[in-house]
């Protein structure tokens, strides 16, 4: 089993930067893809970033590209989405995923994860 908190969500003002975190414990050997996805109100939910914490390649919805970034620090088993430029529409809760699986880490590579209870973000205009 693997364990995953978000935190760092909130309400920012459009064009304000927020970064979220989420912290993995337990069996995080057993995973190499990380990522965040995120749903809204009314709304399918929809990947983010995603990344192969054992690799270099990211991946990022088309709505993100160059505003979002993900990392991470391996040290303390944690991922990262630093955003910026937000806008209203990124306005979602937010969860983080993780889960095994063969070569790199896209977004539709997630069908069985574990996954984080999420945190609210709420950008006004």
């Known amino acids: 089993q693997v364990q995953l908190v978000e935190s760092g969500g909130g309400s920012v003002q459009a064009g304000g930067s927020l970064r979220l975190s989420c912290a993995a414990s337990g069996y995080t050997y057993s995973v190499n893809c990380m990522g965040w996805f995120r749903q809204a109100p009314g709304k399918a939910r929809e990947g983010v970033a995603s990344m192969n914490t054992r690799g270099s390649t990211n991946y990022y919805a088309d709505s993100v590209k160059g505003r979002f970034t993900i990392s991470q620090d391996k040290a303390k088993n944690t991922v990262y989405l630093q955003m910026n430029s937000l806008k209203p529409e990124d306005t979602a809760m937010y969860y983080c995923?993780?889960?095994?699986?063969?070569?790199?880490?896209?977004?539709?590579?997630?069908?069985?994860?574990?996954w984080g209870q999420g945190t609210q973000v709420t950008v006004s205009s």
């Open positions: 995923a993780a889960v095994q699986y063969a070569g790199n880490c896209p977004l539709n590579g997630y069908g069985n994860s574990y």
